[in-house]
């Protein structure tokens, strides 16, 4: 039963794209051919700042610098921002081997990530890691991919060429502030290059075991002058992930996708972006059935620099999404059969903000926010969403003030306001205060309020019975899930070989969704607010330049959670289907610039146990070491070659699910090659 009253859970398939592997391989070889005869070949010395051999060359202290964007929503030296932040390079995300997103998300060391299938997966941070994972807002190019479907993302449909990704900045914490309801425990920003940086022709294929193939293209060229242009494809075929006893779990995922953008980069004050994307995938579902997925967005930019310290910038986009999903029968007698469930919403929102200074001690940034959906459901028997049809409206605005004290400490003031259609007004304010110790110490501390709106799940599903009495329904009282937190931390570059940071948090959770029934009848099960709790711990990262070739990180994370039962009320799950959450993770990467173009990258990680009520009792998922390697092979100015090997250790391993529940599946040890041809 606990598996119907989680959002819908997506998986899908198509048959391999042999045929376009072969071609792709071939576009590869001539592309590159004509590159080596119109240039040098053997020398990687002209190689442009943009590129990752450029990239690898690069200090700790100018990472340090690197600029952010999602602490204060303008840029700012990552050592400076005060939060507890992690940026994912491009360099990172191609060493890593990374094939989708959320792999390349496991080179942030606070988040906890959990592969569940072939095309699902569970991501959060500082706890809560459900299957609906739904505190943690991510946002692509500044475009929010939270749904209000289900309160999550759906991973299996945010993907890019990830070559094209410039940074992805993980904060862990409330930044509802700045970006919003949902931004409770943390804010993912994926940041692609722009149209400038991504000229020429880029074309890579490879396949593998579990990748079975993939084929990506794109080029960059010029408009008209400082008008700069791409536009790409790519495709992958994943095949099944395993059952517990080595049967597949037939659950294979293909997805293709392609997309566009324009920068017009002038040197008057105004710079104009217009881009967009589209993608459509078919996933297996080991239960039966294919589901089908599609995603469409165009998103226009256009910022007015007033000077260094003030700008404007207004941005909308349209955002539509399409899911078909086959809702499996209930072992339940008196739940209805299986069916399909279809849902599209379509997305609308424009943002605007301003930034500037009022005298030497006071810096603002303030906007102002409007986003419509409207959603259309074709209910599936076993599940579904009442009304079918509904519009939502959300209005917001912020301000943010930081205020100079001394030379060295800065305090930061700020409040997010929003108006929803379920709970009317929320407040998130924010008080966060940063003490520079020294030119590359830091040492911040911070103390929020952020809010999980409610999402049409805890409102609308319901799972209909044969007894014409739901057997779950949601809550027209349902109230916003509230968190304060208390944070404390520090950042500092410790000489030219050492970076380290340290954060430490407390937090309050209070009105926390839970699955109520009243002392006289079991059912309806309703979703209520019944559960309070409290977490805390802390997390370490740091960075070594062991050598001017050798490079490690490592990371570590503690996570003590306590979720209880309000006095007098109820929960049909004792207060343990909210979470589901290693109490520590360990990693350490390695990563070595060989001689002869050689790359050898090598990364470990350990996660605990994790407690998971998806049956009828509380279980455990056990703890595991991996070991993923990657390497490459840069055998010309052009031309790289590599070869990737994912989770080393285990044949096949569990990450997420209910052991003994049948839709459990374990992931398996791949591997892949890929040649890539940039010119």
Known sequence: MNNRIKAITKVR??????????????????????SLAQTDTNSL?????????????????????????????????????????????????????????????????????????????????????????????????????????????????????????????????PGGTLWGANAVNGVISITTKSAQDTQGLYVSGGGGSWLHDFGAARYGGVLAS??????????????????PDGN????????????????????????????????????????????NVADGNLLGRWTHTISDDSDMQLQSYFYRTHLSDPIPASIDPFVNQAG??????????????????????????????YRRTHETDQNAPGLQYIPSTLDQDLYSGFVQDEILLLRNLHFTLGTKVEHNDYTGFEEEPSARIQWDVTSKQMIWAAVSRAVRMPSRVDEDEQIPTTLHIPLLEGSSNFKSETLIAFE????????????ASISTYYNLYNDIRSTSYTPTNIIPLYFANNLRGETYGGELAGDYQMLNWWRLHAGYDLLKEHLYVIPGQYDYNGGHNETADPQQQFSIRSSMDLPANVEFDTALRWVDSLSINDGPVVATVPSYFEVDARLGWQATKHIEFSIVGQNLVHAQHQEYGYPGNPATEDIVRSGYGEMTCRF
């Open 488 to 499: 404390l931390g520090y950042r500092a570059q410790l000489g030219q070989k050492v970076s």
């Open 340 to 369: 399909t469930l279809i849902d599209d919403m379509d997305t609308y929102d424009i943002d605007f903000q301003h930034r500037f200074s009022l005298g030497e001690h006071n810096h603002f940034v303030w906007g102002l926010g």
């Open 13 to 34: 398939t198509r048959p391999r794209y042999v045929g376009l592997l072969l071609s792709t391989t071939i576009l590869i070889i001539i592309s590159c051919g004509v």
């Open 226 to 243: 400082n008008v700069y242009y791409r536009i790409y494809g790519k495709y992958f075929d994943r095949g099944s992930q395993v059952m």
């Open 248 to 291: 597949s779990a037939s659950d294979s995922w293909n997805m293709g996708q392609g997309g566009f953008r324009i920068d017009d980069v002038p040197l008057s004050p105004n710079t104009y972006t217009l881009q967009g994307d589209f993608n459509a995938g078919h996933e297996d579902v080991t239960t039966g059935g294919t589901a």
């Open 45 to 173: 010395s002209n190689t442009d700042t943009n590129s990752p051999q450029a990239l690898k060359q690069l200090s700790l202290e100018q990472l340090m610098d690197m600029s952010v964007t999602s602490v204060a929503r303008e840029p700012e030296p990552y050592k400076e921002a005060p939060a507890a932040i992690q940026v994912i390079t491009s360099e990172e995300i191609e060493n890593s081997g990374a094939s989708s997103i959320p792999e390349a998300l496991r080179l942030a060391d606070s988040l906890d990530i959990a592969q569940k299938n072939s095309h699902d997966w569970a991501i959060s941070a500082r706890g809560f890691n459900t299957s609906l994972a739904n505190k943690m807002l991510v946002l692509v190019d500044g475009r929010s991919v939270y749904t209000p479907l289900f309160a999550g993302v759906s991973w299996d449909q945010q993907d890019y060429i990830l070559a094209d990704i410039d940074r992805i900045e993980v904060i862990s914490g």
